[in-house]
């Protein structure tokens, strides 16, 4: 925490909310979503299976697949700009150059029948405006960057294995220096030490860019090693987010702390462990007031009926949970 | 790459000895006496039994059918026993004749199959998708002979435009060469389809959409170059349907082919014509077949790094 | 130690049988989804009628006074209150002639695919399952039948052995059996390594059980599918194998012969062959319609 002025925000989510409409049935994927990020950032973005974090990352880059999807409310304001009211124009142009993104699964995630070296040329050719000798030099730049030889450039994806693959698909990302990289559950397929090389690999050209990070996990340890920021995720919002060690020393929220607590911890025997009771809810059939009150060891009564709004610290750590209330403080933004 | 070239040459051989055993297998099986059909009914019988002497009728199955390949190696498919000549310049005679039609089959049915597939994928559920799913249900359930004979009368008999048969000029080829297409159309489009939906919704699809290359790119390079790799496979079994089809198509249009001199040799029970056209029609096949699998290794880098 | 074991045990083979009722509501869920699709259904109707047709065959219409008697003063007459679809060429009643035609296509088309089914669908659960030398000789035999276009091999297999209603089933059934080998040789090959084949030994089963409880089943949608549409192109065959006069001798009515009958008579008498080949053509597009129903209601992977 320095003393300079604020940082303006290089990206705010407000009030998003994505459903997805299928045979009359409607999802509520993500639900009155809030979150924000300042350049050069690290968030770790953690929740369990199914709490939206990929949905939320598809509509930052509004690759949210329309006919069953549609963003049905909030803005994504990114550099000054809301990003949901771009044309597809204008926003094809930030995907790639702005914004990129990786996936999950390396294996399927490259194109079969062209090079790695194509696939990463066509991202400079599209966004830098230079010629393809220039785009091709430079994409065996980007390889030698990612611990490949540039001689490979010619070879295709499957001659590659998991981990070499991931390392394409970070070089296809990074190569025109975007601001914000949004990483989803980039080393989840891979062999603890392939990511444990994939992690130190980004963190490394994280540092170099200086590029704002979005790292979706559900994986603390990972969170750990790399965020400076940590935002989880239930039911479709964000439940707790702040700086990473206020978060993991002054957990606020119920869930977080149900999370927290179901790790087993290596320095003392346990009996049982302490998963959080229940189970996450039906998407399709989300439970009224707060989403989480139904498994909430803590929930009161108003729980069930009043949406929790956001309540921040002064350190900028917020969480929604009714209980909190009382211990809320009007949040200011001044470092001390 | 080469010696995998020559190792599927050489493994088609085998293939191509069962295939002429099989059918060779098959025809012995036909009733009557070959020697006296060609010297005709009332062909004294010492005479008949000269001639099967000299055919080598009376050797035993493996004799004669050695002797077959033998000779068919070289080009001798044997003579016809209704008109005497050589099978083999029969069938070079007519198999140009098939091979335009089949080849005209296939373009047409590629040149409409797989742009009409491509879109009704990109636009699935609209009415566009409906409408070709409908041509293409109704080109396969049609047969091919029935609407060969449907725009005869259409287009020969009641508008005259075209020739309703044999092989005059260009304009002749253009109602057999659709009615060949047709079916393969409706086949070409279907698996165009369903191939480019399937690619569409691949990883690898999402990956180029979030670089910010242009939809129209995605579609044209990114999924088609995937998507069309099973089909041709595809393509190169409908010609070689086409040639085996053709017989239909030639009888129903009087074309001068290798299928209508088929069907008259059958019903003139020519032995040797019908087993010869066989064989050499299924060399053909198998030739195009293995052309198309070159070409799938080609065309694939994950099969091409497998040979290399 | 050993009392646990028998305990769990008899709860998997308890689950076993547990597990028996939930396949019958298997079908139903697969007869649910199919209702669903309003063109499956469609052909399903479609089909009915015409297997209606070809049961009432008799019934409608009787065979030696209507459909073979000749009748030479009403040839060749336009439809008519009378003759529904006109009249062919030796004055028979071609709407008659057209229903009795449904039972001999139906028959073979049938009986045809049953065959092939039984013949290949062995030879490829064989090859499958045993692999190895005796899978490759098996699948090089298929390929060499393969590589000869299947109405070729039909068209040689009855010219040789003459044209007849039984050597036409034969000749169809023969060209379409490596199809069937193929289509259960790659299921048995994709259930044959799957990790519950490997329980069901841990458990003690034997081949045999294994091949019967576990292995076929997941073949048969697959087969269910290559079968409607089977019997599509067998009618197609019957129907074109006919139309060479390689099929169904006069004065039997088939409707590829009633076309290849009519031919000569196109300009004045069109109906004769457009009748009978619209008959082909619905029921063949019912065939597919059914098929391709049968193939997404059967597919567990659609839709969820």
Known sequence: ?336 | MHRFIVKRLLLLIPVLLGVSLLVFAIMSFTPGDPAQLILGENAPLEAVAELREEMGLNDPFVLRYARFVGNAMMGDLGQSYTSGRDVFDEIFSRFPNTLILAALGVIIAVLIGIPVGIISATRQYSMIDSGSMIFALLGVSMPNFWLGLMMILLFSVNLGWVPSGGYSDWSSLIMPAITLGTGSAAIITRMTRSSMLEVIRQDYIRTARAKGVAENVVINQHALKNALIPVITVIGLQFGYLLGGAVLTETVFSWPGVGRMMVDAIRQKDAPTVLGTVVFLATTFSLVNLFVDLLYGFVDPRIKSQYA | MSQEMTLALNETSAEATRAAPKKRSQWLEVWHRLKRNKMAMAGLVILSLVVLAAVFADLIADYETVVIAQNLSDRLQGPSAQYWLGTDEFGRDIFARIIHGARVSLMVGVLSVAIAIALGGSLGAVAGYYGGKLDNYIMRVMDIFLAVPSILLAIAIVSALGASLMNLMFAIAISSVPTYARVVRASVLTVRDQEFIEAARAIGGSDARIIFRHIIPNCLSPVIVQGALGVAGAILSTAGLSFIGLGIQPPEPEWGAMLSGGRQYLRHAWHVTTFPGLTIMITILALNLLGDGLRDALDPRLKH
């Open chain 1, 1 to 336: 925490m320095s003393s300079e002025v604020t940082t303006q925000d290089l990206l705010s989510i407000e009030g998003l909310s994505i459903v997805y409409e299928v045979d009359g049935e409607t999802t509520y994927a993500v639900n009155d979503l809030n979150l924000s990020l300042k350049p050069g950032e690290t968030l770790g973005l953690i929740g369990e299976t199914g709490a939206g974090k990929t949905t939320t990352a598809l509509g930052i880059m509004g690759l949210v697949p329309s006919p069953p999807g549609r963003i049905a409310s909030g803005k994504v304001v990114f550099a000054g700009e809301d990003l949901l009211q771009l044309p597809e124009e204008q926003m094809r142009r930030v995907r790639g150059k702005k914004i990129s993104m990786i996936f999950q699964d390396p294996m399927t995630s490259l194109n079969p029948v062209m090079t790695v070296g194509e696939q990463i040329a066509e991202v400079i050719l599209i966004h830098e405006g230079v010629s393809r000798k220039e785009s091709v030099r430079k994409a065996g730049e980007m390889l030698e960057m990612v611990g490949i030889p540039a001689a490979r450039a010619g070879d295709y994806p499957h001659q590659f294995s998991g981990g070499m693959k991931q390392r394409v698909v970070i070089a296809i990302a990074l190569a025109c220096n975007p601001d914000l990289l949004i990483a989803d559950e980039p080393t989840t397929a891979l062999d603890v030490t392939i990511q444990a090389q994939v992690l130190d690999l980004m963190k490394a050209l994280k540092t170099r860019y200086n590029t704002a990070m979005i790292l979706i996990t559900h994986d603390l340890g990972v969170v750990a090693q790399v965020c400076d920021k940590v935002a989880i995720m239930y039911a479709g919002e964000v439940v707790e987010s702040g700086d990473i060690r206020d978060v993991y020393e002054n957990t606020r929220h119920p869930y977080t702390k149900g999370l927290f607590d179901s790790i087993p911890d290596l320095d003392h025997t346990v009996g049982r462990l302490k998963p959080i009771k229940g189970m996450m809810p039906d998407p399709t059939d989300l439970p009224s007031g707060c989403k989480f009150h139904p498994r909430c060891p803590d929930a009161v009564a108003s729980c069930a009926t009043t949406m929790p709004e956001a309540v921040t610290t002064e350190a900028g750590h917020i969480a929604r949970c009714l209980i909190l209330k009382p211990m809320a403080e009007p949040s200011n933004r001044v470092q001390g």
